[in-house]
C-alpha cells in the first residue's frame, strides 16, 4: 500500500511541474487576450504577439537538442528556413485547390514539419554517428548553404505544373499565364496571412506536449543516458544513433513548424542573413542557455522576455543595447553562478521543510 | 556446457601485445575473479567480451553462442552486462531512471505511444516502476529512488551500477573493481550483495578486484593475468598460495 503510493507521488511530481508550465503558456495567453480586448495593447505590441510564439517554439526545440540530446546545433534557423519555405510553397499553390484557410494551414504545417524533419535526418544520419561536437559544425554549415540556396531558387507554376530552375524567372519557360513562387533573392510574396497569436499558442501547447511527454518516456530516459554517458548507454543495449537521430529530427521537426508560423506572418518572405543565418541561430542559443540547458520552462520564459526586451527599451534609445547587455549578464548570473544556485536550493529546501512540518 | 568459453583471445596496440593468448572457462553459477598487478590487461579482456575493442585473434563464446567482434549494444542483448572501473552513472537522471534505463529493452512501447500518453504507457512504466524499485530493493536504494544519481555517496553509487546492469536481464555480469574506493565495512557489504546476487539472479559473475580479502572471500576460480598473459589458474586459495603470483604482486 505504502509503496504505490510513493509511486503515484513520484508521477505527480513531473505532473505538477508539467502542470505549471502548460499553466503558465495558458494564463500568459488569457491576459494577453484581455488586454488586447480592452485596447490596452498597442500596433507595435500586437505585432511581436506571433513572433514571441515562433521564438518561444524554437527555444523549445533547441532545447531538446542540446540540454536533452546534449548536441549542440548552431544552425537551428536553417531549420525554420526550410519549414517556412516550404510551407510557403504548398500554401501558395494550393490557395486555389484548397480554399479553406484553415484546413490549407493545417496542411501546411504538416508539409513545413515534414520537409525540416527532412533535413534533419538528412544532416543527422551521417554526423550523429560520429563522436564529438561534429553536429555544431556541420549544422552551422547547413544553415548557412540553405539560406544561401534557397535565394537563388526559382519556382513557377503554370497548367502544366512546377517548373524550377536556379538561373532566373525567365529560365522557367511558363506558359503565359504561370505565375513566379519563389522569386530567387526576392523569395515568397503572398503568403496567406494565417499566422494568428491564437494558433501560435496552440502550437507552442502541442510542442510543449512532445517534448515533455518525450523526455518524461522511455525514449526519452533513453536519449538521456546517451547524454550522459555514452559509453554506459552501449553497455545496458541502447542503440545511440537511433535515439540521438530521433531526438534531433524531432527538433528540427518543431523549429520547422516555427519556420510556418513565421512565413504564414509575412506576406513576403526572403531568406536572408537577418532572419535566417547565423545571428538568428546563435539568439535562439542564447534563450536556450539563459534560460537553462535541459530547463524548458525557463527557455521559454528567456524567449519571451529577450523578444520583447528591446521593444519594451525602445523609449530608452541610446541606452537600449547597454541594458540590453546588462540584462543578459544578471540573467546569467542568476541561473548559473554556483553561489545563487545554492542559496535559491536552500531557500526552496526550507520552504518545503517547513510545509512537511506543517 | 559452459556459460562462457574464450579461446586464445588477443589484441595488440600498436607493437603492444596488451593480451595474448588468453583462454578462459567458466561455468554457469561461478562466481569467478580476474586478478593481476595494475596494467597487466584485465579491463582490456572486459572492454573486448563486452565489444568496445574488437580482438585480433580468438573467440569468445557465451553459452554457445559466438559473440566475438559483435556490437556492444548486441552483446549486452546477448547476455553480458558489465560495471565499470570509473563509475559510469547517468549523473543527470534519478537513481530510479537509471535503473528503468536499464530495463529499456526488457519492456516496451513505442515513442509514438509515450508522447501521445496512450493506457499502453501508464501500463508498462509501471510495470517497469515495480520490476526498477524491486531491483533497488536488493542493494537498499529503494528510499533514494528519487535523488539523483550523481547525489548518491561512492559506494551506493557502485551498487546502483550493478542493479542498473542486473536490470538488462544478462546472463553473464562483468564487475570491474567494484570494491574499488569502499572502507571496510562497506566491502563486507558489497561481498554479501554480490553472493545474493549470485544466489537470487541464478547469476555468474566475473569479476576484477585488488581487494584480496574480496577475491578471497568470495571467488572459487581465479585467473591470474600479468603482461597480457595468464600466468596460473585455478581454485582460489591454490592460486593464491602459487609462488609465481606472489612473486608477480611482491616481486622477487
Not at chain 1, 71 to 97: K, N, P, T
Not at chain 1, 302 to 318: D, H, I, M, S
Not at chain 2, 137 to 153: M, Y
Amino acid at each position: 500500500m505504502e509503496k504505490s503510493m510513493k509511486i503515484n507521488f513520484r508521477l505527480n511530481k513531473t505532473l505538477k511541474s508539467n502542470i505549471i508550465t502548460y499553466g503558465i503558456v495558458i494564463a500568459a495567453y488569457i491576459i494577453v487576450q484581455l488586454l488586447v480586448n480592452a485596447g490596452q495593447v498597442s500596433n507595435l505590441m500586437k505585432g511581436l504577439l506571433v513572433p514571441i510564439c515562433i521564438y518561444t517554439i524554437m527555444a523549445i526545440s533547441l532545447n531538446l537538442t542540446v540540454g536533452i540530446l546534449g548536441e549542440l546545433s548552431l544552425g537551428h534557423a536553417g531549420f525554420m528556413c526550410v519549414g517556412a519555405f516550404s510551407s510557403a510553397l504548398f500554401s501558395i499553390s494550393m490557395l486555389d485547390a484548397i480554399p479553406n484557410a484553415g484546413i490549407r494551414f493545417f496542411f501546411a504545417i504538416l508539409i513545413g514539419a515534414f520537409f525540416a524533419a527532412l533535413a534533419g535526418i538528412v544532416v543527422g544520419i551521417p554526423v550523429l554517428r560520429l563522436r564529438g561536437d561534429y553536429l555544431a559544425i556541420v549544422t552551422l554549415a547547413f544553415g548557412e548553404i540553405i539560406k544561401n540556396v534557397i535565394s537563388v531558387v526559382y519556382i513557377g507554376k503554370d497548367a502544366s505544373g512546377l517548373h524550377f530552375s536556379t538561373k532566373n524567372a525567365m529560365a522557367l519557360n511558363m506558359a503565359k499565364e504561370g505565375t513566379v513562387i519563389i522569386n530567387g533573392a526576392q523569395g515568397i510574396t503572398g503568403t496567406p496571412k494565417n499566422s494568428t497569436f491564437t494558433i501560435g499558442v496552440i502550437l507552442i501547447l502541442i510542442t510543449l506536449v512532445i517534448v515533455l511527454n518525450l523526455i518524461h518516456s522511455r525514449s526519452g530516459r533513453a536519449i538521456m543516458s546517451v547524454r550522459d554517458n555514452r559509453i554506459a548507454a552501449e553497455s545496458i543495449g541502447i542503440n545511440i544513433t537511433k535515439y540521438k537521430l530521433m531526438a534531433f529530427t524531432i527538433s528540427a521537426a518543431l523549429a520547422g513548424v516555427a519556420g510556418v508560423l513565421y512565413s504564414h506572418n509575412l506576406s513576403a518572405l526572403t531568406a536572408t542573413q537577418k532572419n535566417f543565418g547565423y545571428n538568428q541561430s546563435i539568439m535562439i542559443l542564447v534563450f536556450v542557455v539563459l534560460g537553462g540547458i535541459g530547463n524548458i520552462r525557463g527557455s521559454m520564459i528567456a524567449a519571451v522576455l529577450l523578444t520583447l526586451l528591446p521593444e519594451l527599451l525602445r523609449g530608452l534609445n541610446t541606452y537600449r543595447m547597454l541594458i540590453y547587455a546588462i540584462i543578459l549578464i544578471v540573467m546569467m548570473i542568476f541561473n548559473w553562478s554556483p553561489k545563487l544556485i545554492d542559496l535559491r536550493k536552500r531557500y526552496f529546501h526550507k520552504n518545503r521543510a517547513e510545509k512537511e512540518r506543517a | 556446457m559452459a556459460l562462457l568459453e574464450i579461446d586464445n583471445l588477443g589484441i595488440s596496440f600498436g607493437g603492444l601485445r596488451a593480451v595474448d593468448n588468453f583462454s578462459i572457462t567458466i561455468e554457469k553459477g561461478q562466481l569467478y575473479g580476474l586478478i593481476g598487478p595494475n596494467g597487466a590487461g584485465k579491463t582490456t579482456i572486459f572492454n573486448l567480451l563486452t565489444g568496445v575493442y574488437k580482438p585480433n585473434t580468438g573467440t569468445i563464446l557465451l553459452d554457445g553462442e559466438n559473440i566475438t567482434g559483435k556490437k556492444t549494444v548486441d552483446i549486452n542483448r546477448a547476455g553480458i552486462a558489465r560495471t565499470f572501473q570509473n563509475i559510469r552513472l547517468f549523473k543527470e537522471l534519478t537513481v530510479l531512471d537509471n535503473v528503468k534505463t536499464g530495463l529499456h529493452n526488457a519492456y516496451s512501447y513505442g515513442t509514438v505511444t509515450g508522447i501521445l500518453r496512450l493506457p499502453k504507457y501508464f501500463k508498462v512504466e509501471k510495470e517497469m516502476d515495480e520490476r526498477a524499485i524491486e531491483l533497488l530493493k536488493v542493494f537498499g536504494l529503494d528510499e533514494e529512488k528519487d535523488i539523483l544519481a550523481s547525489n548518491l555517496p561512492y559506494g551506493k553509487q557502485r551498487k546502483l551500477e550493478i542493479a542498473r546492469a542486473l536490470a538488462t536481464g544478462p546472463k553473464l555480469l562483468l564487475l570491474d573493481e567494484p570494491a574499488a574506493g569502499m572502507n571496510p565495512n562497506e566491502t563486507t557489504e558489497l561481498m554479501d550483495t554480490i553472493r545474493f546476487v549470485r544466489d537470487n539472479f541464478d547469476m555468474t559473475i566475473l569479476l576484477i578486484e585488488h581487494d584480496m580479502k574480496l577475491v578471497s572471500g568470495i571467488c572459487e576460480r581465479l585467473t591470474v593475468l600479468n603482461f597480457g598473459q595468464v600466468l596460473t589458474q585455478g581454485k582460489t586459495a591454490d592460486v593464491l598460495n602459487d609462488p609465481e603470483v606472489i612473486k608477480a604482486y611482491l616481486g622477487e
